[in-house]
């Protein structure tokens, strides 16, 4: 399947959001979270005032202009940040459902693992649920576990 990966815009926002939602690991059989979890100070900050702040980076992956997925990154001051630090940006990413493995997100990974390079960060930080699938996928792409925060492994990788 041919695809496209383009720059996250203005005009993306609301897939951003939707993409945040979709991002939210709910384990089989249990109730997904109420679509107002995005209006959350700790979820919301990954969408508000997006491209405003230095830093941001986020790319959509596309099929015949149709939207599948999206991953972003974003550096947070010391007040915001969950597990990243002053240095080192946090990471989010989803893919709708019916394009899950399928190689997007390995692809998207890699493309935005270059533009922050490029950025000048030296290190990406993620978190994901122990039982996520896509923890697999981040250990391929040589994200190492490196503790906890809340309920969800903390991953990082060196960028070189």
């Not at 809340?150 to 990788?157: L, R, V």
């Amino acid at each position: 399947m041919h695809f496209k990966i383009r720059n996250l815009e203005k005009l993306d926002m609301q897939f951003l959001r939707d993409m945040v939602y979709e991002s939210a690991f709910v384990p089989e059989g249990q109730k997904p979270f109420p679509r107002a979890i995005l209006d959350e100070p700790s979820v919301s900050k990954y969408v508000d005032g997006w491209g405003e702040q230095s830093g941001d980076i986020g790319l959509i992956a596309e099929v015949d202009a149709q939207q599948l997925g999206a991953i972003w990154l974003r550096l947070f001051d010391e007040e915001q940040k969950c597990f990243g630090d002053s240095q080192t940006p946090e990471l989010g990413m989803a893919i709708l459902q019916e394009y899950r493995g399928k190689g997007f997100g390995k692809a998207l990974l890699r493309a935005l693992e270059m533009q922050a390079l490029h950025y000048g960060y030296r290190k990406i930080c993620l978190s994901v649920d122990p039982r996520n699938p896509a923890r697999f996928m981040y250990e391929q792409a040589g994200y190492v576990h490196e503790g906890w925060f809340e309920t969800y492994w903390t991953m990082e990788k060196e960028l070189d």
